[in-house]
């Protein structure tokens, strides 16, 4: 009779162990996530690690967005807010030529409900070297601007987007964080 009552107790503590374990992941990781910001502060002086080896200087006050952020060894995202415009980089594999990728970045940006690609593509070349094409889009009122660079299999796309007169203040600043875009050295 003690043999079985020691196994039902030590059944009962495993029991509870695990239905503590499970509370804390159900409602105390959830509530700890809650209380953290889903925005911080980057500095403009040190590169920022976008994904795959492709850095970028943001631009000086602006935020990290660590709910649309999505670093990888292959590709991913970064989204910073710069005051209240919205400035997004995308990497990811890519072996085509400029053309392609631009051609993909202005269809995915048509391709959004209410989004208007402007007529005009211009040619522009980050500070490493790289050459990528920039324009403008419309959207629901606001403005947008999207670049698209290619180097060492990657396509890196940046769109920028903010109501006009927010978007005005803060592009000269965005442009050359862009222009600071790095790619890693070839393998």
Do not use: C
């Amino acid at each position: 009779m003690g043999d079985g009552r020691r196994r039902l107790l030590r059944n009962l503590w495993f029991s509870l162990a695990v239905l503590a374990t499970l509370a804390v992941i159900g409602f105390a990781l959830p509530a700890i996530n809650g209380l953290l910001p889903a925005e911080r502060m980057v500095s403009a002086r040190v590169p920022y690690t976008v994904a795959a080896g492709v850095t970028v200087r943001p631009p000086s006050g602006a935020r990290l967005d660590v709910t649309q952020t999505q670093p990888g060894p292959d590709g991913g995202s970064v989204l910073f807010d710069v005051r209240a415009v919205r400035y997004a980089i995308v990497v990811v594999p890519f072996t085509g030529s400029l053309a392609v990728a631009a051609l993909r970045l202005r269809t995915k940006i048509a391709d959004t409900r209410d989004h208007h690609v402007a007529d005009g593509e211009r040619a522009v070349t980050t500070a490493q070297g790289v050459r990528g094409r920039e324009g403008h889009y419309t959207y629901a009122g606001r403005l947008g601007h999207y670049a698209v660079f290619v180097a060492r299999g990657l396509a890196v796309q940046v769109t920028v987007a903010g109501r006009g007169a927010d978007l005005a203040a803060v592009l000269p600043a965005i442009s050359v964080s862009a222009g600071t875009l790095t790619f890693r050295p070839a393998s």
